[in-house]
Nanobody
Framework: QVQLVESGGGLVQAGGSLRLSCAASGRILMISGMGWYRQAPGKQRELVASITGSERTNYADSVKGRFTISIDNAKNTLILQMNSLKPEDTAVYYC???????????WGKGTLVTVSS
């Protein structure tokens, strides 16, 4: 019933920007945190940015100052604004919702971001 759907990925030149969205549907309770992960070819999935209910945020060192994570509560949507994109940012980006009390994670299917030089 719970479903996360990412959108906004695509092909962009280095220095450009993209805005990723994660739309949540279904009944989701006791959310501990939300985040964006990415996985490049041949590499493990890594945390890019996260946000808590108190709207505290943290970012991977590689994206600090360039990416911004936010929540649109009215639209039940998690946002990742990506600016000054680099070829190293090329990856499939995944939306995640974590419920700590149950040790549960919900994942989207991912959206591909490709940054050309």
């Amino acid at each position: 019933q719970v479903q996360l759907v990412e959108s906004g990925g695509g092909l962009v030149q280095a220095g450009g920007s993209l805005r990723l969205s994660c739309a949540a549907s279904g009944r989701i309770l006791m959310i501990s945190g939300m985040g964006w992960y990415r996985q490049a070819p041949g590499k493990q999935r890594e945390l890019v940015a996260s946000i808590t209910g108190s709207e505290r945020t943290n970012y991977a060192d590689s994206v600090k100052g360039r990416f911004t994570i936010s929540i649109d509560n009215a639209k039940n949507t998690l946002i990742l604004q990506m600016n000054s994109l680099k070829p190293e940012d090329t990856a499939v980006y995944y939306c995640n919702i974590h419920i700590a009390v149950y040790g549960t994670d919900y994942w989207g299917k991912g959206t591909l971001v490709t940054v050309s030089s």
